[in-house]
């Protein structure tokens, strides 16, 4: 099959005018020039897009599917409070609820043009639904245990999750990690322990970091709504006392307890990190995923990603929970996390070639996933969207990648391939699972939780 469009956007080189794109068994054989294309290749079957730009499908390198049921139920409130609420309304999910609410989210990220996603679940639905709508994902199996007595035998469920998990996906497609929960949930304990089983067992790790400045009081000065009053009341997630403080920054808290030994970490959210910080995710070759929408959207902060890019990390943006924003829409990440950063960083103009690489190949080195996906080139994984720039705000475009950063959105995508094989095309999805019946589900679930 030969894709068309006015536009491809390699993302590692510049951008073909008038391009093609050969993809056969699932790869990209070739690209280039259309007119030399279509010579080349006569029999191919076409797809021509008009004005448009051809490109690496999006990454999403952190979300959690499972929770899109549950978007725009827990509006305008801070991060701790949206914690407590998002927890009463998973006491309402029963495990078909949590399989319908995946589905919906992968819908949402094929019609948004991810078509790979860093997840984080417990449940597993994210894993099925993934597996079942075609999308690529690395999954993690969240585990946490305050009480260091809780700590084998959260393990133990965990590993005897992932053991089934595997058995039920294509390996090439889906991969399967472990992610310690937030700190404020975990004994330290399990840090290294999930690191000594990620290593053996070679597998991806993510840790929850310096997500909130709750968080960093509550690990640094053992102060802050995670922790008890005196008398022992459960008072936001812990459950024993006492939580002593450690005069240390959350990232070299996780540090000291050996959670970046791994060779493949991806570290969700670093908001609140200082310069030592950085340095040591560096020296360590952790990647991060930045969330700048639902980290604002929340009250959480800023994180620096201006200073991860200088610092040579790997950042790839995430959508973060669906139950704190209003779309998986990482054209809006890009947008909002660019200017969150222009307007935070003076003197240092984060421009749109460096979102649509932190969107596209950023996140694919951050889930190690960058042989496969992240750029158009010869020889990988066809995971590839069009994205329509015909509209007025739009036009001239002079400059395609500046045009899909600052102009585009989740409505501007007309299709979205993930291994060569088209999962969806405006409003039309070629998944395997019953769309409609899904919808009527969660329709039903929604109704449910409002209750």
Not at 29 to 53: C, H, N, Q, T, W
Not at 194 to 216: C, D, H, N
Not at 230 to 242: C, D, H, T, Y
Request: aromatic share 6%.
């Amino acid at each position: 099959m030969l894709l068309r469009a006015q536009y491809i956007l390699p993302v590692t080189s510049e951008p073909i005018t008038g391009g093609a794109i050969l993809v056969r068994d699932g790869k990209i054989r070739d690209i280039g020039v259309s007119e030399i294309l279509l010579m080349r290749y006569p029999e191919e079957e076409v797809k021509d897009f008009g004005l448009a730009a051809l490109m690496p499908g999006l990454v999403d390198t952190y979300t959690s599917l499972e929770n899109s049921v549950m978007r725009g139920m827990l509006r305008d409130v801070p991060y701790t409070t949206w914690l407590v609420a998002l927890s009463d309304i998973a006491t309402k999910m029963e495990v078909s609820d949590w399989f319908a609410s995946a589905v919906l989210g992968g819908l949402d990220a094929l019609s948004c043009g991810i078509t790979c996603v860093g997840d984080v679940t417990v449940s597993g639905a994210s894993c099925t639904a993934t597996q079942r709508l075609g999308l690529r994902s690395v999954i993690y199996r969240e585990v946490g245990a305050m009480d260091k007595r809780r700590v084998d035998h959260a393990l133990y469920s965990a590993q005897n999750d992932i053991m089934h998990w595997r058995a039920e996906v294509d390996e090439s497609r889906v991969t399967i990690g472990m992610a310690p929960s937030a700190i404020y949930t975990c004994h330290p304990s399990l840090y290294t322990k999930v690191s000594q089983i990620t290593q053996r067992e070679k597998m991806p790790m993510a840790v929850f970091l310096a997500g909130s400045r709750e968080e960093y009081n509550f690990v640094k000065y053992g102060s802050s709504v995670f922790s008890l009053h005196n008398e022992g009341v459960r008072r936001g997630f812990m459950e024993i006392p006492p939580w002593l403080p450690t005069g240390s920054s959350p990232v070299r808290y996780a540090l000291n307890w050996g959670a970046f030994e791994g060779e493949n970490v991806l570290a969700i959210h670093c908001v609140h990190v200082d310069d030592e910080d950085i340095k040591k995710l560096r020296e360590y070759s952790v990647s991060v995923a930045a969330c700048p929408r639902s980290n604002a959207q929340l009250g959480m902060g800023v994180a620096p990603v201006t200073k991860f890019l200088r610092s040579g990390l790997n950042v790839g943006l995430g959508s973060g929970s669906p139950a704190a924003t209003d779309s998986t829409d990482i054209f809006s990440e890009m947008r909002i996390g660019m200017m969150l950063q222009r307007a935070t960083n003076p003197g240092k103009f984060l421009d749109s070639a460096s979102m649509l690489e932190m969107a596209t190949i950023g996140g694919a080195k951050a889930l190690h996933l960058d042989d496969k996906i992240g750029t158009l080139e010869v020889g990988k994984c066809a995971d590839i969207i069009a994205v329509d720039l015909s509209s007025s705000h739009q036009n001239p475009t002079g400059d395609p990648v500046s045009a899909v950063v600052n102009t585009c959105g989740a409505s501007d995508v007309l299709m979205t391939m993930v291994d060569g094989k088209i999962l969806y095309e405006t409003n039309k999805w070629n998944v395997d699972v019953e769309v409609a019946k899904n919808i009527a589900h969660v329709i039903e679930i929604r109704s449910k939780l409002r209750k």
